[in-house]
């Protein structure tokens, strides 16, 4: 899961790509070191586990990470090599930008939806495992050969979960998503 925001123009998307480090970024799968192997979610001991909300969408209840900072939304899910088919992450603002996601460090599938301050659902897109940073790579010409998953509107979350859930739900824009403590959770957000 990795994101990228603010989007730019095609014409500069470059220039965007090379000038992230202050940019509001939402990256799903990990930053630009490849972080070390992390358990799949649900396996880390009570006292390590991050903070997590439910978030039902199309008739499932998913358990989420969350990530309201930038370190937080840097990392992701980069390293994971596995996701239970109710687990995810949920990528939080304090208001809504422009905003995409890339598969930086992630070896598995997964679906990323963008919901407007409300949890309006405005995109959805499958995101395929893309393949690592390879030796020598540096950072910018890695991040500069990942696709981009973009909002078409500015967005205040995100949501990642296991690869073909969304679309398995038929979840598309205009659903609602109902997230628990969402009004909390986007004051806390940084």
Known sequence: MAGRGPTRAAGSLARSRATL???????????DVAP???????????????????????GRVFDLEVALDDAARQRGLGGRTALGAQAG????????????MVMRDCPIP?????????????????????????PGERAAAYEARLPAYASPAPAALAMEVAGGSLT?????????????GLSALMARAR
């Open 168 to 180: 398995e739900l038929g979840v598309a824009p205009g659903d609602l998503v109902v997230i628990e």
């Open 89 to 100: 992450m949920l990528f939080v603002w304090r208001r809504p930008l422009p905003l995409a």
């Open 36 to 58: 070390p192997p992390a358990p799949s979610i649900g396996s880390a001991a009570p006292a390590e586990r991050p903070e997590r909300v439910t978030a039902a969408i199309a």
């Open 21 to 31: 480090a202050g940019a509001a970024l939402a990256l799903a799968c990990g930053g």
């Open 110 to 134: 997964l679906d990323v939806a963008f919901f407007d301050a409300t949890g309006r659902v405005l995109a959805v897109h499958p995101m395929r495992p893309e393949p690592p940073r390879r």
